[in-house]
């Protein structure tokens, strides 16, 4: 009798085993094509951002041109990154700056649950 509650006890802690591995696998897929599609996005914006440089440029306000195209660098990276990462080297990164910058993690976490109950 104890022989089979502890088969059936291992059986159990295989099946979670697999299932967590599973959920993993889902979650690495879908974080993959989730950050490739926001990757494109962002790289897309960082074109329109090029293009109204440009028109400020072209009616002579160079300062704030300079701080758009600052920002379509910013997103051009941001965008490569997404992209070109896949979701092993994207957790482990958001990983490293949770750990690295604890305080920011929580602000971040509390400003999304507060706009979450708006």
Known sequence: MANAATEVASQAQDRAREAAGQ???RMREEVDRRSTE?????????????????????????????YVEQAADRAERLGGYLQESDADRILGDVEDYARRNPWAVAAA???LGFAASR
């Open 23 to 25: 959920a993993r696998g």
């Open 109 to 111: 976490g509390l400003a």
């Open 38 to 66: 926001i990757g494109e996005r962002v790289g897309g914006t960082a074109g329109d951002a090029r293009s109204v440089a440009e028109e400020l440029r072209n009616q002579g306000k160079d300062a704030p041109a300079k």
